[in-house]
């Protein structure tokens, strides 16, 4: 194939840190709304900070908002069919003077659909938020915070809207701007990161990016009592390094279950455009078509060295659950795991028949002849003390 033919020309160019983001946004809506809409009887989807923000496209398709109407629109068709016909609300908030008016535009437009867009400093209208999210009965929030900064996740500002019960939330924690700003005192990064924030001002690199987010995890998993949090960084279109982490909440494992197969998607997804977005600078550097695809040439390293730690916290946590009980389900224990970021089933299943293998742990219940332990059907995992490896 030609390069050139390789080269994205899509409204993400320069970019495409934010195509993965909506990427992540629509796959994860589109299988949550069929999950919630089969017994709630609203879905509220409420999108704090909804731009348009760098929209390139004269219809907004290459918004948060139009991504996520558009999957809502699909799902709301795909719950008909079986049955169920929940009400849809959608709550888009901007307040920035030139953006407004278009986003209004945009929802003055949507006729088939509850479309409410307001002007409203988000910071100043939090209880507004939890009003519109609580003002049906049985309904379920969901709740997009994507700032351009940090100021508006300060843990005490949103804490209403995390402590909705239903709900859950996604939010965008600039990593790459915090780490540039954390040092500074009249930041007031402990409004993020409570008594943590003098230790993380402290490290620095890799660690440090680390360790926000799993302080700012916490915190949002206190604040809001969910029991569980998932997160994903999103890489830089060209360099080597993580531009954003989302973190998202849930009180319920199928919302887990569905962003780990959200996030399985969506990785490939990120290295794929981010080999184009390289071979696009390569191209327009040397002003030379490529020998190779971009697939061949991609460069990546930060992502692999994340993956890597990610695996080696997540195994030793896991080591450390097994060994302290008796016996664990095979369900509890991937529960546990899967939170963990850019990890899959596949790996835990790979380590347990290793380490089955190795003679260190006993899975019960497996019956003969199946590879790789499965869920649902009552298999314990049990650590034989004693042998270590
Ligand atoms: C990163 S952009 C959102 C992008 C959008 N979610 C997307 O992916 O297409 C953040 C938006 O929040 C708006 N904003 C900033 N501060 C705000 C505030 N206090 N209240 C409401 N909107 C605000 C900005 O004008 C900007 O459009």
């Given amino acids: 194939m030609e390069a050139a033919f390789l080269v994205s020309s899509s409204e993400y160019e320069d970019r495409e840190q934010t195509e993965v983001k909506h990427e992540i946004l629509q796959r994860y809506l589109s299988g949550f709304v069929p999950i919630v809409g089969a017994w709630a009887s609203d879905i509220a989807y409420i999108d704090c900070l909804a731009g348009p923000w760098q929209s390139v496209d004269p219809e907004f398709r290459d918004t948060s908002f139009a991504r996520a109407l558009s999957v809502l629109r699909k799902t709301r068709e795909v719950l008909k069919e079986r049955g169920k016909s929940p009400s849809m609300r959608y709550l888009f908030i901007e307040n920035n003077s030139s953006a407004f008016p278009k986003l209004k535009r945009y929802c003055d437009g ?10 409203w400093d988000f910071a100043q209208h939090i209880q507004d938020v939890v009003e519109f999210a609580k003002e049906r009965h049985d309904s379920f929030p969901f ?17 209403p809207i995390l402590t909705l019960e239903p709900g859950e939330v996604l939010i965008n924690l600039m990593t ?28 620095s690199g890799e660690e440090q990016e680390e360790k926000i987010v799993s302080s700012y995890a916490n915190a949002v998993r206190k604040a809001g009592r969910f029991k569980y949090i998932c997160t994903l960084p999103v890489m830089k279109s060209t360099q080597d390094a993580f531009h ?52 061949a040439l991609y460069k990546e390293t930060r992502f692999t060295r994340y993956r890597l730690r990610s695996i080696e916290v997540t195994k030793s946590e896991l080591r450390q659950r097994l060994g302290a009980s008796k016996e664990l389900l095979y369900d509890d224990a991937w ?3 899967m939170q963990h970021s850019a990890i899959m089933e596949n790996d835990f299943r790979e380590w347990l028949n290793k380490w089955k293998a190795d003679g260190i742990l006993e899975i019960q219940n497996q019956p003969r002849g199946q590879r790789l332990p499965r869920r649902g059907q009552g298999q314990m995992l049990k650590w034989i003390p004693g042998v270590t490896k």
């Fill in 176 to 203: 790459s701007w915090i780490t540039r700003f954390l040092a500074l005192p009249e930041k007031r990064f402990d409004q993020l990161f409570g008594k943590d924030w003098p230790t993380l001002a402290n490290l």
């Fill in 110 to 119: 949507i006729s088939d659909i509850e479309v409410t867009a307001k002007p």
């Fill in 143 to 159: 709740i997009f915070l994507d700032p351009k900064g940090w100021e508006l996740l300060d843990i005490e500002l949103i804490r």
């Fill in 335 to 337: 529960e546990m795991v």
């Fill in 244 to 295: 954003f982490h989302l973190i998202y909440a849930t009180r319920h494992v199928k919302g887990v279950e569905v962003f780990k197969e959200t996030e399985k998607y969506v990785i490939p997804f990120m290295h794929d455009r981010r080999a184009q977005a390289q071979e696009r600078k390569r191209f327009l550097s040397s002003g030379q078509h490529p020998l190779f695809s971009s697939d």
